[in-house]
């Protein structure tokens, strides 16, 4: 599905493109953003961890009122989690059972290839609502796994280059056009994206906070 997906969002700006060229707008986005890991299990917590994405972008009027933003995107991310309460080998001994317990940190480290498909809904005068998927490429080049126990046990376990995965999310957020002049936009977006599917986190969903920033130029 996330393949199809990929195939939808770089086909449609081609269907588009034969359309009015007055609609189009082309620009760059930057987007510093916040990433954590969510869980389903008590023994998770997530730390944040500084991350950015950017963009050749395009955005498309389909009305007054209705926009279309996608592009062609790179971005690099960090994800850092600990479990808790985990008992190894160490953690226990043969006539005192268990007798310590250990904590293990992940740090993951990945690039990826991203696709938006974002819509702007018009409120009123220049700010607007964001809503919309995007499809990712990623690939984990870095996985750091740390082992502490309160006996004193400590061991680190670095993994490198996993293999990439098609990923989608869902992209939430508001919007602000500053109009420098007649041609040329600066946009101000506080975004929300939350990963629906991602093979690297099976016990939880990764996510963002970003604040994405956009220069356009109308054609």
């Not at 290839?113 to 819509?119: H, K, L, S």
């Not at 018009?122 to 700010?127: A, G, P, S, T, Y």
């Not at 670095?158 to 992209?171: C, E, G, M, R």
């Amino acid at each position: 599905m996330s393949k199809n997906l990929l195939i939808f969002f770089f086909l449609f700006p081609f269907v588009l493109i034969g359309q009015d060229l007055e609609k189009w707008q082309l620009g760059v986005q930057l987007r510093p953003i916040m990433s954590g890991v969510t869980s389903y299990q008590s023994d998770y917590s997530s730390q944040p961890n500084f991350c950015f994405s950017g963009y050749a972008g395009a955005l498309y009027t389909i009305n007054s009122n209705i926009t279309f933003n996608t592009g062609l995107g790179f971005g690099w991310n960090k994800y850092s989690r600990t479990q808790s309460n985990l008992i190894f080998e160490w953690d226990i001994d043969p006539e005192a059972g268990v007798i310590s317990s250990s904590v293990l940190d992940e740090n993951f480290t990945t690039r990826s290839i991203e696709i938006p498909a974002i819509f702007n809904f018009k409120l009123f005068n220049n700010l607007y609502a964001v809503g919309g998927v995007q499809a990712n490429l990623r690939q984990v080049i870095g996985i750091d796994r740390t082992i502490r126990s309160s006996a004193g046990k400590y061991e680190e376990l670095i993994l490198k280059d996993a293999n990439p995965a098609f990923t989608a999310s869902v992209v939430i957020g508001l919007g602000y056009q500053f109009e420098l002049t007649e041609k040329i936009n600066i946009h101000a977006e506080p975004l929300f994206r939350w990963n629906l599917t991602d093979p690297i986190m099976t016990a939880g969903n990764l996510y963002e906070s970003a604040l994405q920033i956009g220069c356009f130029v109308r054609l």
